[in-house]
């Protein structure tokens, strides 16, 4: 008889986005005719650039003969985007990192879940609440996290809550932990961390001898100078800190998967008996034996990125975005209501008018606006009086969707 991996079953059963859906299914059965308009599911909508496209179709002909058919690539990624990455993500910004530190992949949510398989079950962690839900779930189902309490939190998870009080920058823990899950800009809060906040990270990391799992998957969304795009720009983050880039929200690649996950030479975990193992031919040797590569043509796409037309294209969308952002801030605002993040991050996250729970204001909004946002209480406990709204609309929709709430209030 075949066990199961009980780990598994300690998961709640539904997805919040299945919930939400549910709900707004629900709704949708009782008026079928009323438009709903979704500032939901983080979930981007404008097409890719005409680089991206240009540089599909170049691919796809490629594959179309036998000179240049391409079949299985190396697990790593191809040379082509791994220099790319290297140079204007990386040498850009004064940072020198290695080709075979560079991990190209399918999206950042498999490495983000995936490369906690490198420590033992045992470790500690401690994640950002409200968070990603990505970074415990996967923690779950190795049996890292514990047990689930009946106030959502995990029994060997360690929470470190952002709020409206510490202006959702995370205190730093109180007890030792082997390993911080750290997203900036945040995911779903909107907030990001400036240099000198993100120093603190680093050098808690270097002092305690843990390890920083750093999602910089916003990155392109980052306006202000004094906002790292990147952990390395922080002195000694190299011996700590893994970090995970995606071009889905950078260049609208949700549907095309690609992204990169960097691993420093010099970043290691210990064996219980001291001895120091370096975490890069670790993860090679994951990669090798359980990822295929990310396919040639989604990596030639991503490759025409860095191109300065594609540079421009991309950053043309992100504007465009980020015009939302600014527009939603000012209209929430204006209508009375708190509204946070947004200026470096794709997200806005408002406080609930009077207390009200996060889920009973997602009905409000769903009912009288025909709106729907994310409840904040579905990315761990501190998100509880809070929603997010994404600014992943079109302007038209996005504003008529300002409009209605506007109106309701
Ligand atoms: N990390 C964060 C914080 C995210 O919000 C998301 C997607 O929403 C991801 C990672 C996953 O990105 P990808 O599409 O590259 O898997």
Known sequence: ????????????????????????????????????????????????????????????????????????????????????????DFLARGIHLDRDEIFVNDGAKSDTG??????????????????????????????RAGVKGDD????????????????????LPSQRVDVIY?????NPTGTALTRDQLKLWVNYAIKNDALIFYDAAYEA?????????????????????????SYSKTAGFTGVRCGYT??????????????????????NRRQCTKFNGTSYLSQRAAEAIYTPEGRQQVQ????????????????LTAIGLHVYGGNDAPYLWVQTP????????????????HVVCTPGVGFGPSGEGYVRLTAFGSHERTEEALDRIARFY
């Open 1 to 88: 008889m075949a066990l199961v991996n009980d780990h598994f079953l300690k998961l709640p059963n539904n997805y919040l986005f299945a919930d939400i859906a549910k709900k707004v299914n629900a709704f949708k059965a009782q008026h079928p005719k009323t438009d709903i308009i979704s500032l939901g599911i983080g979930d981007v909508t404008q097409p890719l650039c005409p680089a991206v496209i240009e540089a599909l179709h170049r691919a796809t002909d490629e594959m179309g003969t036998a000179a240049s058919f391409r079949g299985y690539g190396p697990e790593q990624g191809y040379d082509f985007l791994r220099d790319a990455i290297l140079k204007n």
């Open 114 to 143: 995936n490369f906690q398989e490198l420590i033992r079950w045992d470790n500690s962690i401690a994640v950002t609440d409200p968070i990603y839900p990505v970074y415990i779930d996967s923690n779950v189902m190795i049996g």
């Open 152 to 171: 959502g939190r995990w029994s060997n998870v360690i929470y470190l809550p952002c709020t409206a009080e510490n202006g959702f920058v995370p205190e």
């Open 182 to 186: 750290l997203c900036y800009p945040n």
């Open 221 to 245: 969304y980052i306006r202000h100078d004094d906002v790292p795009h990147s952990i390395y720009e922080i002195k000694g983050a190299r011996k700590v800190a893994v970090e995970f880039h």
């Open 262 to 283: 960097v691993v420093p030479k010099e970043i290691s975990a210990a064996t219980l008996t001291g001895e120091r193992i370096a975490l890069n031919p670790l993860w």
């Open 316 to 331: 043309r969308t992100i504007d465009y975005y980020m015009q939302n952002a600014a527009h939603m801030k000012e209209a």
């Open 354 to 369: 009077g207390g009200m729970t996060s889920w009973r204001f997602f009905e409000q909004m769903l009912y009288n606006a």
